[in-house]
């Protein structure tokens, strides 16, 4: 990584692993270990919010520019030595430490969340860049497990033959369809690539194939591409995922750049158009997270919590 982005992430309270990896803390991390606020994967999926651990193997390599993306957009013009599944997992696990060392002096800290925050358990595999591109997916997960990690793995769906070549899946897939057509998608998401909405949806297609828990969510932005449900029910008809997940844009970071205040939809938004998608796709509305601004749609008999068994098993 070149130095002077080393130095912009960091300032910006990344930790670079490697070349090319990188950790984060995110918000609700730092909420569970002060205030015992979770975030809604683990009132969803029952993950423990002080023990997830964010990262990407990718930096700084997207084949996306989304208008309403947060995150640095960089260079397309990237070299890149290739680093060690295992280095990075282990790279991650030290780095989560060293951020989450200094809440230890808040008088606010619960020690013993904090205590097992240093241990994590699980990995939420995007933050930024786009996963899919390091070319050696399937072992990082594969690392990730052997030490005891769920998985969640978060993919913009344009390439599809690096997830069906997959091993080990993720304990839960999430594939961003964040937009209803092919003319929304090339405006908002503004891809580098020629064919990504046909890539696309060779994955949806692909989907119900893939042995492992899977979540369509739709990233949805006032103005642009909130309403549509009837064409983003029949997208999801396609993927056919365990759970549908809409969740409301937030107006931070470099999105500030391209959108305004106005493009973030409110609760009632995202509950409007989670009950029209529950009415067309039959999926029953599971839960909400009104400070995160997403609702969660569940297909019937799928179990919810990933510590739960599943009905069909004893």
Request: charged share 25%.
């Amino acid at each position: 990584m070149d130095e002077s982005l080393r130095r912009m992430f960091e300032k910006q309270g990344y930790a670079i692993v490697g070349n090319h990896s990188a950790v984060k803390t995110c918000h609700w991390l730092k909420e569970s270990i002060m205030r015992g606020r979770v975030c809604y994967k683990q009132s969803f999926f029952g993950i423990m919010s002080h023990r997830c651990l964010q990262m990407t193997p990718v930096a700084n390599m997207c084949n996306h520019a989304c208008r309403y993306c947060w995150r640095y957009q960089g260079s397309d013009d990237i070299q890149v030595e290739w680093d060690d599944p295992a280095a990075i997992v282990e790279g991650t696990i030290e780095a989560q430490r060293r951020l989450v060392s200094g809440f230890k002096g808040d008088e606010r800290c619960d020690l013993r969340v904090w205590k097992e925050a240093r241990e994590p358990n699980q990995v939420a595999i995007s933050l930024t860049g786009e996963p899919t591109m390091y070319p050696h997916l399937g072992e990082l997960i594969g690392e990730y497990h052997s030490r005891g990690f769920t998985t969640f793995l978060v993919t913009n769906g344009t390439f599809p033959d690096v997830l069906e070549r997959l091993d080990p899946l993720p304990t839960q897939l999430y594939i961003s369809i964040d937009a209803p057509n092919e003319s929304i998608y090339r405006r908002l998401c503004r891809p580098k690539i020629s064919d990504g909405w046909e890539r696309l949806m060779r994955t949806l297609e692909l989907l119900p194939s893939l042995d492992t828990r899977t979540v369509a969510r739709h990233t949805l932005v006032k103005g642009e591409n909130l309403g549509f449900e009837r064409q983003y029910a029949e997208l999801d008809a396609i993927a056919d995922p365990d759970f549908i997940e809409p969740k409301g844009y937030v107006f931070v970071g470099y999105s500030r750049e391209r959108m305004s205040m106005d493009n973030m939809p409110s609760m009632d938004d995202i509950r409007s158009f989670a009950g029209r998608m529950s009415e067309l796709t039959g999926y029953g509305i599971a839960g909400e997270s009104p400070p995160s601004r997403v609702v969660l749609l569940k297909k019937d008999g799928v179990t919810l919590r990933i510590d739960e068994t599943p009905a069909n098993e004893t």
